[in-house]
């Protein structure tokens, strides 16, 4: 960092300042220019959850419109690009930065590096996102409005989109460009820049998960790049990939998007193993329990999740033996799924356990999202997918998988090293609120969605038959109350620690969280680690 | 010792439940009904307007919990398998999560509990990735059965082709009694402005159409599926059946129903703005009615069919023209023929306007804007030829010109 010049450096020429405070830039500048991993992870995080809210204000809406029967608010073809852009907002724009976030922030100070291996790419990768968001959430108001192709974009629906499609897909490959250089910049700073004595299997679950998830993301996002451009050059270059009409092939599209898209919803999860792989411990007072088959069970489920794609297309008319294939490949990821849940709770059995709000939200994670893991099994067994795919329960499915699952990982992760990010105390009593809160207004939204889909109910359905009125009416009151919580969230626990209201926080406010972050003070100065910190045997101490 | 114990049960318990399935199902009956009180008290405490509206036999029922009652084999195996799983899968959840919630209990800092220190084993690392293991292939025997019967669609009595258009089904019987019979199913339109005015009233709301797939009992029926512009996917809940219905491509999938009824199913894949409203109903009748139906089908067939060569006169050309456009154009251009939203207005339109009566045929025959206006090729060239003439001369629109059907077949060259 030292060899960087700073245009405010030679306005004061160099003194004896020491490194600290020799010329960060200020202001604006300090974000806009930000190279710095802490910055960069505070940036990720912030903007994660700004789409948040976006991607919650189209959710709000599509429940609105779901409230009743009969077509209230919106006409199906705005309904239909809400709830496309819900997906792509979500996905792109909300789980998957905000993780990038964790890591920029976590990855260093937990492996005693000083920075990300490439500080200016770091900053490169986060500033592609916000062209990327305006034009996503922007494509709205283009005319026919935004992509209504539903997430999945599949053809050759998306040829008859409008001109927002275009910026659709150009927004995607610039989020699919910025994580690929997140990614290579997380292995990097993993591979090269850990303190001597952190070893592979020395190092901390969040950062092994990141490091599997880094693989995942490098071999599949160029893979969705394919099939949107491909798309692009159905709609304008006369190629026929997926038009029927030119010999194309719809079919060969979604394979090749979900050949992306399942490693995709591993990519969503993995790092929430990862911190609630170190939340649960921390508060059992007890170490991980199986560390090294957390690894390996990590590992296998990412190498399982390339060969399992077709489990999302068995009502294509698969011929039986790949219907078979893939039911009995996407079964056997319930084993090392299984291991994870059983290893957590081996963490906690005779540990000493205390419920502060991150470990109410590991908790709370645990348990809904095996109810989403068990209702995945069901839907993976083909004949009754048969009757299931495309219904509200796969919604309700996948739901409690990336909100129970991702969301509340990151909510276990956010409580857990918040006193680290801003030096302040979150406010314990509004977090328990926030969990308890969060966890009804969750189920009440889409525990019902089962039993819709269970009947038949079709997702994606801007109006539906009367029988469904019910179900449908308490989901739009129950997420209207869990939108409300997270706005609660950000408003009063967030907001107060980033102003530094309240509570001042010890280096170390977890009895017995482990790991270098809480060898740090709190909060976490501009520079850590700016030489290799010497660990003790276990690499979870600085000795000198 | 232990692992062989465990193994043993769990072999033991898995094939236990698959044998009790069926008798477990009326438990889950009365604990269905049990659930159903509870969620109408909880949609009435939502505070929803009360519907008058009853179970629809073969479709949805009021705060339906559970799959359709089944009425093919397939569809009876679909819900075996399911209850299978779901009385496996909540065993193991209440198993797993009293042993979390028994530790939460019992190992927690404030009734003064000491962290052990073990923080691995192999033996119970091993038993748990093994045991898992074995309870999925488990799970996967039975369901490779009941897949490997719902596959096989050799030797149908009756072949019916259902092709998926934006946005109504197309039903052509292409072997075996009632062969050569051909027709369109729609929503009926009433339905649609209820939707659009926000006021759905009815059990069969959003799933009446106007002619509905007749088959017969207890005979073999294969369901070819493809379509003309997006993929939709044709689904019947009760008969066990969905298949997406590709363009360009062609699938089949089968049933038998073992029993009389209507049985009402809708598109399951997302094909653009009216996907919510483009329901599916087969009509399930004895041998004698099918035969009887087919009959009534053939005769009417006979009676409609047009004579392509006719020159129709400007006022027998609208009337027929007004139905065509009730039927196929109505749900796009509305009644008034104004532009609204994407959709371009027909009333005092160039095209519609233009002396030249080609160019609408064209657009017709081929779709416009990327197919935004879809083609409408699969219309008859009588149905074509009248629908424009009212469009041309309906609204403002007064062109006093009359396309006839050989117009359109020349431009179909």
Redo the contacts between chains.
């Keep these: 960092m030292s060899a960087v010049l700073h245009p405010n450096d030679q306005a004061h020429g160099h003194d004896d300042h020491s490194h600290d405070h020799h010329g960060a830039p200020e202001g604006w500048r300090r974000w806009v220019f930000a190279t710095n991993h802490k910055d960069i992870g505070t940036l990720y995080l912030l903007f994660s959850f700004t789409m948040l809210m976006i991607g919650g204000i189209l959710a709000l809406l599509i429940r609105v419109e779901l409230?009743?029967?009969?077509?209230?608010l919106v006409?199906?073809?705005l309904f239909?690009q809400l709830t496309t852009m819900h997906g792509l907002i979500m996905v792109f724009g909300a789980i998957m930065p905000a993780f990038v976030g964790f890591a920029n922030w976590m990855i260093p100070l937990q492996i005693g590096a000083a920075d990300m291996a490439f500080a200016r790419m770091n900053n490169f990768s986060f500033w592609l996102m916000i062209p990327a968001a305006v034009m996503l959430a922007g494509s709205f108001f283009m005319p026919?409005g935004a992509p209504?192709?539903?997430w999945t974009l599949?053809a050759?629906?998306t040829?008859?989109?409008?001109p927002s499609m275009d910026a659709g897909i150009f927004a995607l490959h610039i989020l699919g460009a910025s994580s690929i250089m997140g990614s290579i910049n997380i292995i990097v700073t993993i591979l090269n820049m850990r303190a001597p004595g952190m070893t592979l299997m020395k190092m901390p679950m969040f950062a092994w998960t990141w490091l599997i998830t880094a693989y995942l993301l490098i071999a599949v996002m160029p893979v969705l790049a394919g099939a949107i451009t491909m798309t692009l050059t159905d709609r304008h270059f006369g190629t026929s990939f997926f038009n029927?009409?030119g010999?194309?092939?719809?079919?060969m599209y979604q394979h090749i998007f979900w050949f992306f898209g399942h490693p995709e919803v591993y990519i969503m999860i993995l790092p929430a193993f990862g911190i609630i792989s170190q939340v649960v411990p921390a508060f059992?007072?007890?170490?991980?329990?199986?560390?090294?088959?957390m690894v390996y069970a990590t590992s296998s489920i990412a190498i399982l999740s390339f060969i399992v794609w077709a489990h999302h297309m068995f009502?294509?008319?698969m011929?039986?033996t790949g219907?078979?294939f893939f039911?009995?490949a996407t079964?056997?990821i319930?084993?090392p799924t299984?291991?994870k849940?059983?290893n957590w709770?081996?963490?906690?059995?005779?540990?000493?356990?205390?419920?502060e709000t991150p470990m109410l939200f590991a908790?709370g994670f645990?348990?809904v999202f095996?109810?989403g893991g068990?209702t995945g099994?069901?839907l993976a067994?083909?004949?009754?997918d048969?009757?299931l795919?495309?219904?509200y329960y796969v919604v309700a499915h996948f739901h409690y998988v990336l909100v129970a699952g991702s969301l509340f990982a990151m909510f276990s992760g956010a409580y857990f090293w918040l006193p680290k990010w801003t030096g302040v105390m979150y406010n314990e009593g509004r977090g328990k609120l926030h969990f308890w809160w969060s966890l009804i207004s969750f189920n009440v939204t889409f525990f019902?969605m089962h039993?819709l889909g269970?009947?038949?109910?079709?997702r994606?359905?801007?109006?539906?038959?009367?029988?469904?009125?019910?179900?449908n009416?308490?989901a739009?009151?129950g997420g209207f109350l869990f939108g409300f919580a997270q706005v609660y969230f950000f408003l009063f626990v967030v907001l107060p620690c980033m102003r530094g209201q309240g509570e001042k926080a010890a280096q170390k406010p977890w009895e017995?969280a482990e790991g270098l972050e809480w060898e740090v003070p709190s909060p976490a100065p501009f520079h850590t680690f700016e030489n290799p910190p010497k660990l003790d045997v276990t690499a979870t101490r600085v000795i000198g | 010792m232990k692992l062989r114990v465990l193994l043993f049960i769990t072999v033991v318990v898995s094939f236990e439940t698959w044998k009790f399935v069926k008798t477990m199902k009326s438990i889950s009956k009365t604990l269905s009904s049990l659930l159903i009180k509870a969620g109408i008290w909880a949609g009435a405490w939502a505070a929803t307007a009360a519907y008058a509206v009853n179970d629809l036999p073969g479709g949805p029922a009021v705060n339906q919990l559970d799959f359709h009652p089944a009425a093919s084999k397939i569809a009876e195996e679909q819900h075996s398998l399911h209850v299978f799983m779901m009385i496996l899968c909540t065993v193991i959840f209440v198993a797993v999560f009293a042993v979390m919630f028994y530790s939460i209990w019992k190992h927690r800092k404030s009734v003064g509990h000491k962290p052990a220190t073990f923080h691995e084993s192999m033996t119970v690392e091993i038993i748990w990735t093994i045991v898992p293991f074995i309870i999925v292939i488990l799970m996967a025997l039975p369901a490779t059965k009941v897949l490997v019967a719902s596959k096989d669609t050799t030797n149908a009595d009756l072949t019916v082709k259902a092709t998926g258009y934006q946005w109504k089904w197309g039903y052509d019987y292409i072997k075996g009694e009632g062969e050569g019979i051909g027709f369109i199913s729609t929503l009926d339109n009433a339905h649609r402005e209820m939707s659009n005015a926000g006021k759905p009233a009815g059990d069969d709301y959003l799933l009446k159409v106007d002619n509905a797939l007749v088959v017969p009992v207890g005979k073999k029926v294969r369901v070819i599926t493809t379509a003309n512009d997006v993929i939709h996917a044709f689904a019947v809940p009760s008969l066990g059946i969905k298949q997406d219905a590709i363009p360009g491509f062609v699938r089949d999938t089968w049933f038998r129903a073992d029993r009389v009824g209507d049985f009402h199913g809708q598109c399951q894949e997302l094909c653009g703005k009216e996907h919510a409203y483009m329901p599916i109903h087969v009509k399930v009748v004895s041998a004698e009615d099918y035969t009887k139906w087919v009959d009534a089908e053939k005769k009417k067939m006979a009676a409609k069919a047009d004579d392509p060569g006719k020159v129709w006169a400007l006022e027998d050309s609208l009337k027929r023209g007004e139905k065509v456009y009730a039927a196929n154009c109505v749900a796009c251009h509305q009644a008034a023929g104004k532009a609204v939203g994407a959709i371009k207005a027909l009333d005092g339109a160039t095209v519609v306007l233009d002396a030249d009566k080609t160019k609408q045929i064209m657009v017709l025959l081929n779709g416009q804007n990327n197919q935004a206006m879809p083609a409408w090729k699969q219309l008859s060239d009588t149905e074509i030829a009248a629908v424009i003439t009212f469009t041309k001369n309906n609204w403002s629109n007064k062109t006093g010109q009359v396309v006839q059907p050989a117009e359109v077949l020349a431009a179909r060259k």
């Design positions: 409230y009743q029967p009969g077509l209230q006409n199906p073809e239909n026919g209504a192709a539903g599949y050759p629906l040829l008859q989109m409008g029927p009409a010999g194309g092939d719809p079919v059992s007072r007890k170490r991980l329990f199986g560390y090294a088959s009502t294509t008319g011929p039986v219907q078979l039911m009995y079964m056997l319930a084993v299984a291991v849940i059983f709770i081996a963490t906690m059995w005779r540990g000493s356990m205390t419920f908790i645990i348990f095996t109810m068990f099994l069901i067994m083909a004949p009754i048969i009757q795919q495309d219904t019902p039993f269970l009947a038949g109910m079709p994606r359905y801007a109006d539906y038959p009367m029988q469904f009125a019910d179900f009416a308490i739009s009151v017995a």
